[in-house]
Nanobody, 115 residues
Framework: QVQLVESGGGLVQTGGSLRLSCASS????????MGWYRQAPGKQRELVAI???????NVGDFVKGRVTIARDNAKNTVFLQMNDLEPEDTGRYYC?????????WGPGTQVTISS
């Protein structure tokens, strides 16, 4: 059974930082992209950042300059470093893995930014 284990969410003040991690049990050779999406209350899920199997990165416009995404292939884990967080960044952050055959989602980790 495929598992995506997310960690690192929490409550921080405006201007603070968080580092999210997502460990995947999916065979790494089948992974095309790994990354993160977020969903704020009452809004659609939106891209935060993804990284392809060969290292190409795509970042959502609203977080450009404030996030860094990286993969550790040895640990089959993707990391999202978020800095200078704002209350508008509050939401549930979901790990996303795309393979040749399908897309997988983690259960999500809550990120709350206090003003």
């Amino acid at each position: 059974q495929v598992q995506l284990v997310e960690s690192g969410g929490g409550l921080v003040q405006t201007g603070g930082s968080l580092r999210l991690s997502c460990a995947s049990s999916i065979r790494i050779s089948s992974i095309r992209t790994m990354g993160w999406y977020r969903q704020a209350p009452g809004k659609q899920r939106e891209l935060v950042a993804i990284i392809t199997h060969d290292g190409n990165i795509n970042v959502g416009d609203f977080v450009k300059g404030r996030v860094t995404i990286a993969r550790d292939n040895a640990k089959n884990t993707v990391f999202l470093q978020m800095n200078d967080l704002e209350p508008e960044d509050t939401g549930r952050y979901y790990c996303n893995v795309v393979t040749e055959l399908r897309t997988y989602w983690g259960p999500g980790t809550q990120v709350t930014i206090s003003s």
